[in-house]
């Protein structure tokens, strides 16, 4: 990895069923410590439907070339125990100077 570590993370993917039978995220996790820079923002906007002040918060993160993450899987930091979904994935496609892969988080929990 080639940025600095903050944190670690479990990649989590899958789903279920919850007791209603209805299909629902599973927090299996596919690969736990992985070393990630993770830095996590907020939005502040007005919903234009209803008039309510609303907070996103979303996040960046690097992980290591080659780590199993895809686009809808969702990431767990490890020390805070935030939970954010995995909404894009970008790999690098230089194999002779790897780079680390980017995500764009959004925190769902």
């Not at 007791?19 to 993770?38: H, K």
């Not at 930091?77 to 002779?96: N, T």
């Amino acid at each position: 990895m080639i940025a600095p570590a903050n944190t670690t993370v479990a990649v989590l993917a899958g789903t279920t069923t919850n007791a209603a039978g209805d299909v629902v995220d599973a927090d299996t996790p596919t690969v736990t410590g992985v070393p990630a820079l993770l830095v996590e923002r907020s939005r502040n906007y007005t919903n234009q439907v209803d008039g309510m002040p609303r907070t996103v918060r979303y996040g960046k993160a690097r992980v290591p070339t080659g780590t199993a993450v895809v686009k809808d899987d969702r990431v767990r930091d490890e020390q805070s125990g935030a939970v954010y979904l995995v909404e894009a994935v970008f790999a690098p496609k230089d194999r002779q100077f790897p780079a680390d892969t980017q995500l764009d988080l959004k925190r769902v929990r």
